[in-house]
């Protein structure tokens, strides 16, 4: 009777230590031996850089590289991606992966994935919050992509025309937004140059488009540049130009600034609409499955990792530059 009493003992602990093994230490929370991640992406299909990195992620991420990664779509919604990451800890992920629609209002969440045990990975956005509640952060400098642009606009507007500059802002509340104005305002109080006026676009060609048409209508030939904060804007306002009449890029029509330095768009670069395309390399799932790969045998990865960048202008970009870019 002892002897028995002692042998249910023994294998009660064990089943005890086996189901309190933790989700990042032991395999036990791993469905079918692969790594379960919870990707909350800021809108999958919201311009094409977003759409060049949702399918790097899913590219790297995939069952035969041995993840089962979970997508979930925020539709660009600060408050769904964040009841999203929720959603992924109460699933009981392996990590969670996000590229955040806003800076803020991510304290509560990140704490219950921390108490989860959940690593957690920033990808391209930053966010507001002590870097004690994520494992790293992998993306690009957005206040250094401004100043490159700003750069260039030193040099376009140093020989006597003045910059009267129309804004068009990405999502307000984004760190890519807030960066790249930011850059932007510092060159414009630098410089003494005159800001018309400064909207967002919310990313999207068609919305840029209509407020760069009321712009025209208001303030017509007196616009000399375009502060686009990505392509898709940067395209729908050259669109209302044209429409208008008014010559896009070049040496002498309104000059275009853009980010993100899709193919396309290096194209229209190449064809002078647009003047100064800055890079914003959207290629981050290799990077976050190699981090994962890492953090699986017990590393640690460094916690900020800003991807290089450059720069690409109408009188310099060539043919072969394009058609070596991966999207
Ligand atoms: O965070 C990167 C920015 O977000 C890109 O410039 C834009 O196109 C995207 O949505």
Known sequence: MKKLFVLLLVAIVTLGLVACESPTTGTPSKSGGLITVGFAQCKADESDWRKANT?????ALSKENGFDLILADSNNDAAKQVSD?????????????????????????????KDAGIPVILMDRTINASDELYECWLGSDFYGEGVKATEWMKKRFSGGTPANIVH????????????RTEALEDAITANGW???????????TDTAKEIMSSWIQQFGSDITCVYAENDNMADGAIQALEEAGMKAGGDDGVAIISFDANRAYLQMTLEGKINCNVECNPLHGPKVA??????????????TETVEESAFFYDTI???IIDARQY
């Open 55 to 59: 399918n790097s992620v899913q590219q």
């Open 168 to 179: 068009l802002q990405g999502q307000l509340g984004a760190s890519a937004q807030v960066g």
């Open 194 to 204: 005159t800001l018309l006026a400064q909207q967002t676009g919310d990313w999207s």
């Open 290 to 303: 190699e981090i994962i790969k890492t953090m699986e045998s017990g590393g640690k990865p460094s916690k």
């Open 318 to 320: 060539t043919q072969e």
């Open 85 to 113: 990451v929720q959603g992924f800890i109460d699933q009981e992920v392996d990590y969670i992966i996000i590229a955040a629609v806003n800076v803020d209002g991510w304290d509560t969440v990140l704490k219950n994935a």
